[in-house]
C-alpha cells in the first residue's frame, strides 16, 4: 500500500501503527527505567537534531512516510528515551508554554485539517495567507476548548467506566458508519472520480500561468 497509494499510507492507521508504538513502547519501558539511555543529555541533543533535520528535508513532494518517518520517530524516541534528566527536555520541552502546547496538540490536529479543507472548499482554491492564518488560530481556540470542556472532564470523570463506556459507544458508531460507506450504504456528496475531474478543470483553467511567457 505504501509504494501503490501515499495518501492511504499516510492516513492509515494499520500502515502508521508502528510510529504510534515506537513511542508508546519507549515510554513504558521509561516506567522501569529512567533515563532509559546512558548520557541522556546527547540523547536529547540527537532526538532533537533529528526533528529539525525532519522538519528541514521533508518537503510538501516528498514520499511521507515511507523511509522519511524514521526521523521524526527516532527524534521523538530519542527526546522521551533521555527523561528528565536533559536539559533539553527539562528546561526547554519541561517548561509552562511548551507543555500547554502539548496538552492542545492532539486536539489541535483533529481541527486544523477540517477547518483548511472547509476553507478550500469555501474559497474554491488555496486559501490565502491571511485566511489560514485565522483558521489556524480558530483551530488553536477550538483545540484549548476542546482540551477543557471534553478531555478534562473525562479525566476528571467520578465515574470513570461511565465515561469510557461512552467513549467506546461512539467509536463504535464511528464504526458503524465506515462500514457503511464501505458497503456502499452510504456515499459521498461527489463521488472520487468527479473530484478528480474538477480539480483538474481547475488546474487548466489557470493555464497558461502568468509566469509563462513565450520565448
Known amino acids: 500500500m505504501c509504494s501503490s497509494d501515499l495518501a492511504a499510507a499516510y492516513f492509515s492507521p494499520v500502515s502508521r501503527f508502528w510510529e504510534l508504538a515506537s513511542g508508546g513502547l519507549v515510554a513504558y519501558a521509561m516506567t522501569k527505567k529512567s533515563p532509559l539511555l546512558p548520557r541522556p543529555g546527547l540523547v536529547s541533543a540527537l532526538g532533537l537534531a533529528l ?23 527516532l527524534g ?40 483548511l479543507s472547509f476553507g478550500y472548499i469555501i474559497e474554491g482554491e488555496k486559501p490565502s495567507a491571511l485566511l489560514k492564518a485565522v483558521l489556524v ?20 470523570a467520578p465515574n470513570r467506566r461511565r465515561a ?25 456528496r461527489m463521488p472520487s472520480t468527479a473530484v478528480a475531474r474538477y480539480m483538474g478543470a481547475l488546474n487548466d483553467l489557470g493555464f497558461p500561468d502568468p509566469a509563462m511567457k513565450p520565448l
Open 137 to 156: 488560530l480558530a483551530a488553536l481556540a477550538l483545540a484549548f476548548l476542546t482540551y477543557h470542556l471534553i478531555e478534562r472532564p473525562v479525566q476528571k
Open 51 to 73: 526533528l529539525v533535520l525532519g522538519a528541514v528535508l521533508i518537503k510538501g513532494q516528498a514520499d511521507f512516510p515511507r523511509a522519511w518517518a524514521l526521523l521524526p520517530v
Open 164 to 188: 469510557i463506556q461512552g467513549l467506546v459507544a461512539a467509536m463504535a458508531c464511528f464504526g458503524v458508519l465506515g462500514g457503511m460507506v464501505k458497503a456502499g450504504l452510504l456515499h459521498e
Open 76 to 115: 521523538t524516541c530519542a527526546l522521551i528515551a533521555a527523561g528528565n534528566a536533559s536539559f533539553i527536555n527539562r528546561r526547554l520541552l519541561g517548561n509552562r508554554l511548551m507543555v500547554t502546547v502539548g496538552l492542545v496538540s492532539y486536539p489541535f490536529y483533529l481541527w486544523h485539517w477540517p477547518l
